[in-house]
DNA sequence: ACCTTATTTCAGATTTTACCGAAACACCAG
DNA sequence: CTGGTGTTTCGGTAAAATCTGAAATAAGGT
């Protein structure tokens, strides 16, 4: 069993408590963490044995993480059981994740505060920089989500050139261009 | 006061909602909602007023948001109280979040990720897709680190340009550069 | 159809976190 | 020293998130 090494352990035990400050539960950080360390599926049963959670709890983390996109169910030979396995492309599984969260979080923000700043305009009772402010956190989330949308559909090897690449990109920007 | 305006108030609450979810406590997040919607610094007992909060608290959450680098303290003439003001430059208070959270959660990671892939190399015993795989993360993560640290230093208008061209800026890219 | 095994659901228990309010302490100016 | 202001600490409490265990449901095989 993979928890039996105290390396694997101590990253699942890390990933967990990362898990907790970014707004995901213990469980299903550390449900996942030991799905990217396997090299094999690994049914529900085995999780509960491995990090000592409920049974029930070990099927509302997969349920979640699938929900995210970076675990998914697999069929194994002669088993009637699920298997889960995590994807281990990390470019991948990072992309998910963000588009998930901006998915769930970002996009609504931006629909509340495009609202927010439409009501604004008619209100002659607030603070102009009330609704200047509101409208600038508006334009600046909705430029932020755009651009990701852009740059997640980007070939992957792009994306690592891009990365590689650093603050270096700059030089590359024709001066004076912005569109 | 502005928590008076509908929408103020709306977006106070949201922001307060936001944090949250991304590990931020309700009050800091709101407290800093109010001071990025106000005009002129806010000491410490009006904000008491506005959001309804106890004072300890609003203490605790200036602290935090200073720690952050997105509120400071200014002096108002004629008043001894310490007054608060919020970062209004949202590139520069994104940047100021990113960097606090890396150096918080992120650095110590790739630390304990990088101590663990040393371990691993000398552990026979382990799987070795274990090994591969922490050595993986702690790569990527580490890139990421890098990139963020390449990116964060350049002109603000260089970055505006960056976002704005989204994902075009794989065209100006020289086919096999990649250092 | 029936029995077996796997999975999900959900009410309640547990744990954690956030928050309050009061008290203690520190600071400064008059 | 005194009064105003600010921070810190901390016990108590409330709220929220998390997890459990049992019961319900679904699926599989014979």
Redesign the interface.
Known sequence: M?TD?P??K??IL?WGE?GT???VSRSVAQVHALL????RPIDAEAIVDALGLARSNVSTALKELQGYGIVRRVHVEGDRRDHFVAE?D??EMLMRIVQERKKR?IDP?IA??GE?AE??RG?T??????RE??V??HE?IG??G??YE??R??PKP?LV??????????R???KG???
Not at 36 to 39: A, E, H
Not at 125 to 130: D, G, K, L, S, W
Not at 161 to 170: F, I, R
């Open positions: 993979i090494h390396e694997a101590a990253f890390h990362m400050q970014w707004g990217y360390l396997s090299d281990t990390l470019w979080e923000t509340l505060l927010l009501r604004l209100d009772t607030a603070p102009a920089q009330v402010r509101v600038r956190m600046f430029t932020l755009t651009w852009q740059v559909v980007l792009t050139t891009l990365m590689k690449l650093g603050g270096k990109v700059a590359f920007i024709p261009k912005s569109g």
